[in-house]
């Protein structure tokens, strides 16, 4: 089982089932076919990734990179909290051969601390908080350098680290499970994490998702 709390299961690895018998689709997803899955999303997509280890969670991002600024000419942005920035960008470096510094010098990259990125003073103010200033300015970015979109991936353990899970459920919820812009959005939960959520939770963030993808 995934789950230490609640009713929702894992049911034949392809659903979760609450109590109530609702059903949320899921993707497994291993090493060789998390490419694939990046490289077929699409813009306006909201979708939720569960990852075990941080290991999983640096493939991914560096996946949703490389298909963000060398095939699609996207500018992409990554909210990070269990590895420091500059940790980020050497894995990018080590694994990818990717210079960060360069690409966030041109602003094509954009790397931050979710500490910052999802400051409770900031969330609280609804609507109008950091990403959705952030996202509108680098849209705008990224129309005058024509740019194809944006990808961000974003890791969400700040609000379980400082205990803010009601801000987190009302911040998943303040975005449609299918965005209305060119925006392609991964929020990355470690599974420990997720574990701990109320079934209530759980289905609310799942509601506000259009794909839900476990790494294996």
Same mark, same amino acid.
């Given at each position: 089982?995934?789950?230490?709390?609640?009713?929702i299961?894992?049911k034949?690895?392809d659903?979760?089932?609450?109590?109530d018998?609702?059903?949320y689709?899921?993707?497994?997803?291993?090493?060789?076919t998390i490419?694939?899955?990046?490289?077929?999303?699409?813009?306006?997509d909201?979708?939720?990734?569960?990852?075990?280890?941080?290991?999983?969670?640096?493939?991914?991002?560096?996946?949703?990179?490389?298909?963000?600024?060398?095939?699609?000419?996207?500018?992409?942005?990554?909210?990070?909290?269990?590895?420091?920035v500059?940790a980020v960008?050497?894995?990018?470096? +080590? =694994?990818?051969?990717? #210079? $960060?510094?360069?690409?966030?010098?041109?602003?094509?990259?954009?790397i931050?601390? /979710?500490?910052?990125a999802?400051?409770a003073?900031?969330?609280r103010t609804?609507?109008?908080n950091?990403i959705?200033?952030?996202?509108?300015?680098?849209?705008?970015?990224?129309?005058?350098?024509?740019k194809?979109?944006?990808?961000l991936?974003?890791?969400?353990?700040?609000?379980f680290?400082?205990?803010?899970?009601?801000?987190?459920v009302s911040?998943?919820a303040? +975005? =449609?499970?299918?965005? #209305? $812009?060119?925006?392609?959005?991964?929020?990355?939960?470690?599974?420990?994490d997720? /574990?701990v959520?109320?079934?209530?939770?759980?289905?609310g963030?799942?509601?506000?998702?259009?794909?839900?993808?476990?790494?294996?």
């Amino acid at each position: 089982m995934l789950y230490k709390k609640g009713d929702i299961k894992m049911k034949n690895r392809d659903s979760y089932l609450d109590k109530d018998n609702n059903r949320y689709r899921i993707v497994n997803a291993d090493p060789a076919t998390i490419p694939k899955y990046i490289k077929n999303s699409s813009y306006g997509d909201h979708s939720l990734v569960l990852y075990p280890r941080l290991e999983q969670f640096e493939e991914f991002y560096i996946e949703c990179c490389k298909d963000s600024i060398l095939e699609r000419n996207e500018i992409f942005i990554l909210f990070t909290y269990y590895q420091h920035v500059s940790a980020v960008r050497k894995k990018m470096h +080590l =694994l990818a051969g990717i #210079d $960060a510094a360069k690409y966030e010098d041109d602003g094509t990259v954009v790397i931050l601390d /979710s500490e910052t990125a999802y400051k409770a003073s900031v969330e609280r103010t609804g609507r109008d908080n950091f990403i959705i200033i952030l996202t509108n300015v680098l849209m705008k970015n990224a129309q005058e350098r024509d740019k194809k979109g944006i990808t961000l991936v974003s890791d969400q353990g700040t609000f379980f680290l400082n205990k803010r899970l009601p801000d987190l459920v009302s911040h998943e919820a303040s +975005l =449609l499970n299918r965005l #209305d $812009a060119n925006i392609r959005c991964f929020c990355c939960y470690h599974k420990k994490d997720f /574990s701990v959520l109320q079934e209530e939770q759980i289905k609310g963030i799942f509601k506000h998702h259009s794909n839900n993808l476990v790494l294996a």
